[in-house]
């Protein structure tokens, strides 16, 4: 092949590569004053049908001229020509002088993390820009990635135009053929329905090879399909989470657009990535809280006797410690305090009365005034209204309660413990009596966490493929913004996978009662119901003429 003129002009220098569906040489153009280098890929159809070739050249001419649209960014190959001859179909591009990434990606030697910042942002940005054009490249490896010898950038090659054209004809193929690369395929991908989440997956798994030295094909999974790979990563946890989100093994788990994950980078550069020892001890350490008169004023008017309070009235004006006579005493059950209080104003009448000049008697004063103070503070408190005070501890105690349940859930969530979190929140009640409903989180807000943790579940049924389960959970959900969009999309989805299912089944088989069957799980108001309706007008019409 070696010296060989391709479309009259473009002369083989040397072959490059082989694959399943082409080949890739190294050529010059002859017809340039300087017989610039350029890379030509040659697709060779291995079907031999003249339908499939008319159908292959009208996409090849597609794909040619979305591949001419992209060439406008200075990180991608320009396409100089595209030409067909003697049936084989040839893509003439702008060779990039460099080494690909998988050089750099050497097994057992990890990278700095601002090494690993620069390549997500170098080529998120290529991203960006190709799904804004509604493009995904489907194959984002290693050996994709050329690190440009002049300006030390990263390009992007190989958009799998050659690949594409065979992978669509599924009518032609017997069986699909998945584009993408093994470790960096998402299981999306993999079923042939690629996202353009696929191409942030695949740069997030070369993320982790970088971080971990480690081949993807040689890490392992979780029971949920997750990478485990955080524990042989030496990087920020910001820097993790921002890698794991990308990596996520469902795709609506991940960042949905190559700019929701630039701007997660760009957060993370604006903060510190590793606190020091120094920082730390600032953030947990809590100052001495200095209080003056007229908050001491406001706080004995308001006749609300926390401990915090009272052992500041009774030190030097400092909140330091809480002593623990008052910790027992605001502890105590709220229908003993009148008790107590009338107790301790029997032991105040028994003490010695306080001079005019403020000396007090010659008797321990750090315990004996503090109890003092707490009981006078509570006979104050009901004598001048002390149900203000024991309405106020039991809003507050409330509050309390709601903002424990809230944390809880919140944990469950922040855990992806959505099993518990649906279960638990399908259970809330208001309870027997006012009391209970008082300290019950508002409706709306369980629902949401009712609908955050019952699309998770769902999820996970349809990630083991059990589509019928998932949509039993997910049309039952409660509507609340914003989750009630994730909801429907997913619906959709899953009706669509069920409807693929049928139809499969039908062509196979020719079942129709089990196709009828499977598609009557697909919900009312999803979408694809007019696409059920007239699947189940076909096979009928279609079994009725057998």
């Known amino acids: 092949m070696q010296g060989t003129i391709l479309g009259l002009r473009y002369r083989v220098i040397e072959y490059i590569a082989k694959g399943g569906f082409g080949k890739t ?225 469902h795709f609506k788990d991940r960042y949905q657009s190559a700019e929701e994950a630039i701007a997660a980078l760009n957060n993370l550069q604006g903060k510190s990535q590793v606190s020091s020892p120094a920082a730390q001890s600032r953030i947990e350490y809590t100052p001495t809280v200095q209080l003056s008169d007229s908050q001491l004023a406001q706080m004995s008017q308001r006749m609300e006797p926390t401990a915090v309070e009272a052992s500041a009235l009774a030190s030097d004006r400092s909140i330091i410690a809480t002593p623990q006579n008052l910790t027992n005493f605001s502890a105590e059950p709220l229908s003993g305090i009148a008790e107590n209080a009338l107790h301790h104003q029997s032991e105040i009448q028994s003490q010695p009365a306080i001079s005019e000049d403020n000396d007090m008697p010659n008797t321990p004063k750090s315990q004996k005034t503090l109890v003092t103070l707490g009981s006078a503070l509570a006979i104050g408190a009901i ?87 998932a949509l039993a959970i997910a049309t039952t959900l409660p509507k609340v913004d914003p989750i009630d969009e994730e909801i429907q999309a997913d619906i959709a989805d899953w009706s669509s996978e069920l409807l693929d299912k049928a139809n499969q089944l039908y062509a196979r088989e020719g079942d129709l009662e089990q196709a009828i069957e499977i598609v009557n799980q697909i919900p009312d108001n999803s979408s694809v119901k007019p696409e059920v309706i007239d699947a189940k007008e076909f096979w009928k019409a279609e079994n009725q003429a057998h």
């Open 383 to 469: 004598a001048t209204g002390g149900m203000h005070f024991l309405n106020y501890r039991s809003t507050q105690s409330a509050q309390e309660s709601i903002a424990q349940q809230v944390a809880n859930f919140q944990a469950m969530v922040d855990q992806e413990d959505y099993k518990t979190c649906y279960e638990e929140a399908l259970t809330l009640d208001a309870g027997e009596d006012e009391s209970a409903a008082a300290r019950q989180m508002p409706p709306k807000q369980q629902q949401q966490f009712q609908a955050r943790c019952g699309l998770g579940v769902a999820r996970s049924q349809a990630n083991d493929l059990k589509y019928d389960e």
């Open 25 to 249: 040489f190294l050529a010059e153009d002859t017809q340039l004053p300087g017989k610039d280098k350029c890379v030509v890929k040659q697709l060779f159809p291995s079907v031999d049908d003249p339908n499939f070739i008319k159908v292959a050249r009208r996409l090849f001419k597609t794909e040619a001229e979305t591949l001419n649209t992209l060439g406008v960014h200075n990180q991608i190959p320009r396409l100089m020509a595209y030409f067909e001859e003697d049936e084989k179909f040839y893509l003439v591009q702008q060779y990039i002088e460099g080494q690909t990434l998988s050089n750099e990606l050497v097994s057992g030697q990890t990278w700095s993390e601002d090494k690993v910042v620069d390549l997500l942002q170098d080529c998120l940005c290529i991203l960006d820009f190709i799904h804004k054009k509604n493009v995904i490249h489907r194959d984002v490896k290693p050996d994709n990635l050329i690190r440009r010898q002049s300006d030390n950038k990263l390009v992007l090659v190989d958009f799998g135009t050659v690949k594409t054209v065979i992978a669509e004809q599924t009518q032609l193929v017997p069986a699909t053929v998945a584009v993408g690369t093994r470790g960096y395929m998402p299981t999306e991908q993999a079923r042939g329905k690629p996202r353009t989440t696929s191409d942030i997956y695949a740069l997030g798994v070369i993320a982790i090879q970088a971080l971990t030295g480690i081949h993807p094909t040689q890490l392992l999974e979780d029971d949920t399909g997750e990478i485990v790979w955080r524990d042989k990563a030496q990087c920020s946890p910001q820097l993790q989470d921002i890698v794991a989100k990308m990596t996520r093994y």
